[in-house]
């Protein structure tokens, strides 16, 4: 292709909110073999909504919510975002708090006061959050977190684990001194077009992947309603690299869509990165690709860009 039709082509890009970092990302899209998807907030809306909490113990329902909400009050994940949301729904509107009127909820939910007072947080990327609340542990994350902490799983709450994972939902354990207390469960939907952008790249002859740091369970069901049949999980954020090197091992180009600081090493490793706009700023300097549109459809207008400003000469 011509230097013009080059520039052409990433204005055309421009025009649909698909920006394109040079001519040489531009060239390599056309050649694309696996397109390797990021699951929350790629494939799904990345708008995590909690919508069961079980608690195991004695201990009452709003004690519950407070003790986990606290312990992900200074979560930057989306689950803990989540987990925070439901909480402080529950505190302000489902207590029999009467004298609070409904213009009074909208000030007081971005008033932390109700939340406990917690130390030596921290976020353990891939697993969940640690901390202490008034002198005892508090855990809030996948089996892995857990088991490694010594936490027995008893059968019932792997029973109920398993029932949401295997409706596609994220299952989050909390344990407190070491006890398991509670499980919560975490939907995001898929993006409307997902599934159809699947399909489509298939009929363009490119396999679509999912990787993601989720759980197996619920990555099968999520990969089953979009249509992904090849999947990778359980990774951790520094693997997801690694698994755009594996599909490039024999020489495919691989592209990597994907919308979270975890995804920065995979948008860099692979061929053609393309970033969600909506991702984190980390992403979008990662990647060769920034999708303004926040629609996976353009995926696909990327790819076929590349193919008709490169087949033109040959
Ligand atoms: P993804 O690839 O889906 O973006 P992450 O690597 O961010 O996944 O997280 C993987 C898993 O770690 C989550 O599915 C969840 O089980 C657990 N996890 C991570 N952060 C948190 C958190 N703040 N609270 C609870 N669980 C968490
Ligand atoms: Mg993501």
């Not at 069961?52 to 689950?79: C, I």
Request: proline share 3%; net charge negative; hydrophobic share 45%.
């Amino acid at each position: 292709a011509t230097p013009t039709a080059v520039m052409v082509a990433t204005g055309v890009g421009a025009n649909n909110g698909v920006l394109i970092k040079g001519g040489d990302a531009l060239e390599r899209a056309q050649k694309v073999k696996y397109v390797v998807f990021d699951k929350t907030g790629t494939l799904t809306q990345g708008k995590a909504t909690v919508t069961t909490a079980k608690v195991f113990t004695g201990m009452d329902r709003g004690e519950f919510l407070t003790l986990v909400a606290s312990a992900e009050a200074s979560s930057e994940h989306p689950l803990g975002k989540a987990i925070l949301e439901y909480a402080r729904h529950f505190h302000f509107f489902d207590e029999p708090l009467a004298t609070k009127d409904a213009q009074n909820h909208s000030k007081e939910s971005n008033f932390s006061g109700w939340l406990l007072d917690v130390t030596e947080f921290s976020a353990l990327p891939g697993r969940g959050v640690q901390c202490f609340v008034d002198g005892r542990q508090v855990l809030v994350g996948n089996r892995k977190l857990l088991t490694e902490s010594g936490v027995t799983i008893p059968t019932h709450a792997e029973n109920f684990l398993v029932e949401l994972e295997e409706s596609a939902k994220t299952g989050i354990l909390v344990a407190h001194d070491n006890i398991l207390i509670g499980v919560l469960g975490v939907a995001d939907p898929l993006k409307r077009e997902a599934a159809v952008v699947i399909e489509g790249l298939g009929k363009m002859g490119v396999r679509p992947v999912m990787v993601t740091g989720d759980n197996w369970r619920t990555a099968r069901a999520v990969a089953k309603e979009v249509g992904i049949q090849d999947i990778r999980a359980e990774v951790m954020p520094a693997g997801k690299a690694d698994v755009i090197r594996s599909f490039q091992e024999d020489g495919s180009v691989v592209a990597m869509v994907g919308d979270g600081i975890n995804d920065s090493p995979a948008l860099a490793a692979a061929d053609v990165g393309m970033a969600i706009g909506a991702g984190t700023d980390i992403a979008i300097e990662a990647a060769d690709y920034v999708l303004m549109r926040n629609n996976l459809e353009d995926v696909i207008t990327a790819i076929d860009l590349s193919r008709k400003t490169f087949s033109r000469i040959r």
